[in-house]
């Protein structure tokens, strides 16, 4: 069975101490096509629950999954701390098989991106195609090479925990064949002394605009219209580090 190695404990926790909530702006774009979905809502990895629990909490018909179980632990914390009943599960895109049509898709923050294999790319579009309803829409974001970060130098930051300890996080970036790669680790420190480590390698497809808006065509989207983030009257240009595509069959 297929095991997700990255997204582990110390990192989900440096998530939602660097993210306890959802961009302003973002979160009111991504709302906008909840509300007017009119029908069940599903946002593929969901992660914590950053943008979901919101939704959830506002009153929206909004499910989720995603496949490392460290995020979807802190995600049903969380939601029990609300008091919310979030219906998510631990799942791969892969394996998407649910017997209902979706109104609205959404995958916000680039984590469509983490799907690098060119193959798996064009795999998770028809998935999503096929759990789409007729008049449903597939929305999320594609990284740019104006989002490709500092290359081949360590860079660091200190997350404070509300007991006192701290997670020391370091990142090294790559890039070679549209592949951006991140080796992040994480070092739980207490009262001066490391005493846990977890090492990741995140890996990231960038896109270039018309590229990436092929290959959404070729797996049956047949209206595709791409946006500045998070703007629907604007179009993207070529500094855009982000670009939102509204995908309809």
């Known amino acids: 069975m297929k095991k997700l190695d990255t997204y582990l404990s110390l990192c989900t926790e ?3 101490l660097s993210k306890p909530k959802p961009p302003e702006d973002a979160y009111a774009f991504y709302r906008g096509y909840v509300a007017s979905a009119n029908g069940p809502i599903l946002e593929p990895m969901c992660g914590t629950g950053r943008f979901l629990l919101p939704l959830i909490e506002e009153g929206f018909d909004v499910q989720g999954f995603d496949a490392s179980d460290d995020m979807l632990e802190a995600l049903q914390i969380k939601a029990k701390a609300k008091n919310l009943k979030a219906t998510v599960w631990k799942g791969f895109v892969e ?3 649910r017997p209902q049509k979706y109104k609205l898709i959404f995958i916000p923050a680039g984590s469509f991106c ?3 294999d060119p193959l798996a790319v064009k795999n ?3 998935i999503f195609h096929n759990h789409l309803a007729e008049d449903g829409v597939l929305l999320f974001e594609g990284e740019m090479p104006s989002a490709t970060p500092p290359l081949d130098i360590w860079r660091g930051s200190v997350w404070h925990k509300p007991n006192g300890s701290m997670i020391l996080s370091s990142v090294l970036s790559t890039f070679k064949d549209k592949i951006c790669r991140a080796i992040c680790k994480y070092e739980l420190v207490e009262h001066n002394s490391i005493i846990r480590t977890e ?3 995140y890996q990231v ?3 270039e605009a018309l590229e ?3 290959i959404i065509k070729s797996c049956g989207f047949k209206n595709v219209r791409m946006m500045k983030a998070f703007d629907t009257t604007a179009a993207p240009d070529a500094q855009d580090e982000s670009i939102v595509y ?3 069959k």
């Open 212 to 214: 990436l808006e092929e």
């Open 205 to 207: 497809r960038i896109y």
């Open 14 to 16: 440096v998530y939602d």
């Open 246 to 248: 509204e995908c309809r």
């Open 199 to 201: 090492v990741e390698e």
């Open 124 to 126: 998770a579009l028809k």
């Open 95 to 97: 394996d998407l098989k």
């Open 114 to 116: 983490l799907i690098v």
